[in-house]
């Protein structure tokens, strides 16, 4: 399947990161141009050094009116990829305000304030795109020890297919991508208790946890043209964890 993002500028949220970076060198390979926002400085001039045609943008996601003002000269944006996400694991009462804030700043606030700049000048200026949000499947099913993160995948879930509601008449397509658990440095910190982790692999049905380029192909394919009918679905890419 051919894949062309030529002449197309594609924005990614947390592309320093393991999937977020990797979804960066895809785009790049299929001739985009990408925009790589995180809030990693360090991490960002490392992607830099390795792949030196991105353009690096570090941000506060947590800070609406920060990161919206970053976004705006980088505009006309033509994709985009909502990436960025945090997790912090605990039992609900051991759950701290400033957990539950945090969570819902990176994995819902930063969505929303980027998603409205790029959209509101999609809109104005009459263009269509394509937004691939980065939910888990935490939105879809309870996971021990992650209220919080479940609820925040939950709001990503819902403005999903809200937003393609509002945004499909004009031309701009919106998906999200589920994964189950992805041995990044997140994943790692997330399932690192062995328990936990065994409880959560038994559910899967194709015995294995997600490698990074699983979900990739899927963000890859979502934002194309060969999604074209593909809209407000979010996409489990979960070997079968959702089945049961």
């Given at each position: 399947m051919e894949i062309n993002f030529k002449n197309k500028k594609v924005l990614i949220t947390g592309a320093a990161g393991g999937i977020g970076s990797a979804i960066t060198e895809?785009?790049?390979?299929?001739?985009?141009?990408?925009?790589?926002?995180?809030?990693?400085?360090?991490?960002?001039?490392?992607?830099k050094r390795r792949i030196s045609s991105v353009e690096i943008v570090?941000?506060?996601?947590?800070?609406?009116?920060?990161?919206?003002k970053s976004i705006r000269p980088l505009l006309p944006i033509d994709m985009l990829v909502n990436c960025a996400g945090y997790v912090d694991v605990q039992p609900l009462g051991d759950v701290t305000q400033e957990a539950f804030q945090k969570t819902f700043d990176v994995n819902v606030k930063g969505m929303f304030a980027i998603t409205q700049v790029i959209v509101d000048d999609l809109l104005k200026t009459n263009r269509t795109g394509s937004i691939v949000n980065i939910s888990s499947q935490a939105a879809q099913a309870g996971l021990l020890y992650h209220t919080v993160y479940c609820a925040s995948k939950g709001?990503?879930?819902?403005?999903?297919?809200?937003?393609?509601?509002?945004?499909?008449?004009?031309?701009?397509?919106?998906?999200?991508?589920?994964?189950?658990?992805?041995?990044?440095?997140?994943?790692?910190?997330?399932?690192?208790?062995?328990?936990?982790?065994?409880?959560?692999?038994?559910?899967?049905?194709?015995?294995?946890?997600?490698?990074?380029?699983?979900?990739?192909n899927a963000v890859i394919f979502l934002l194309s043209d060969k999604a074209a009918m593909i809209h407000g679905h979010c996409l489990p890419v979960d070997g079968g964890f959702l089945s049961a």
């Amino acid at each position: 399947m051919e894949i062309n993002f030529k002449n197309k500028k594609v924005l990614i949220t947390g592309a320093a990161g393991g999937i977020g970076s990797a979804i960066t060198e895809r785009v790049i390979k299929h001739g985009g141009n990408v925009v790589a926002v995180d809030t990693s400085k360090e991490h960002l001039e490392h992607l830099k050094r390795r792949i030196s045609s991105v353009e690096i943008v570090h941000a506060d996601l947590t800070d609406w009116d920060a990161v919206q003002k970053s976004i705006r000269p980088l505009l006309p944006i033509d994709m985009l990829v909502n990436c960025a996400g945090y997790v912090d694991v605990q039992p609900l009462g051991d759950v701290t305000q400033e957990a539950f804030q945090k969570t819902f700043d990176v994995n819902v606030k930063g969505m929303f304030a980027i998603t409205q700049v790029i959209v509101d000048d999609l809109l104005k200026t009459n263009r269509t795109g394509s937004i691939v949000n980065i939910s888990s499947q935490a939105a879809q099913a309870g996971l021990l020890y992650h209220t919080v993160y479940c609820a925040s995948k939950g709001a990503v879930d819902a403005f999903t297919r809200a937003l393609a509601l509002e945004l499909g008449p004009k031309g701009i397509r919106v998906n999200a991508v589920n994964p189950t658990v992805v041995m990044t440095a997140m994943g790692r910190k997330a399932w690192d208790d062995p328990v936990r982790r065994e409880a959560i692999f038994e559910k899967i049905p194709l015995r294995r946890f997600a490698e990074v380029e699983d979900v990739v192909n899927a963000v890859i394919f979502l934002l194309s043209d060969k999604a074209a009918m593909i809209h407000g679905h979010c996409l489990p890419v979960d070997g079968g964890f959702l089945s049961a």
